[in-house]
């Protein structure tokens, strides 16, 4: 059964960095585009950063463009964020996505706070 563990959420000053964590299990890793969103309080969930099979391309929400990061390592079924020069409005819970055909599967997600 597909699995997707999110971790490495906390809290952090303005300007600092967090370099979330997705551990991936029950399918086969490789073969999947992977998504990251997150959640705030009171707002819908939106769209972060995208890796594809392979790690050839990303994609990236204009709000995250030149800050954040995302990353694989299929050996490891593991999908990273980076997140550097972090703000308050970055504050919200992040979500490990994969799509596999009409379904798709969510962790559990990862509370960040970016705050002074």
């Known amino acids: 059964q597909v699995q997707l563990v999110e971790s490495g959420g906390g809290l952090v000053q303005p300007g600092g960095s967090l370099r979330l964590s997705c551990a991936a299990s029950?399918?086969?890793?490789?073969?999947?585009?992977m998504r990251w969103y997150r959640q705030a309080p009171g707002k819908e969930r939106e769209f972060v950063a995208m890796v594809t099979s392979g790690g050839e391309t990303t994609n990236y929400a204009d709000s995250v463009k030149g800050r954040f990061t995302v990353s694989r390592d299929d050996a490891k079924n593991t999908v990273y964020l980076q997140m550097n020069s972090l703000k308050p409005e970055d504050t919200a819970v992040y979500f490990c996505?994969?799509?596999?055909?009409?379904?798709?599967?969510w962790g559990q997600g990862t509370q960040v706070t970016v705050s002074s």
């Open positions: 029950g399918f086969t890793f490789s073969t999947k585009n």
């Open positions: 996505n994969m799509f596999s055909g009409p379904r798709q599967y």
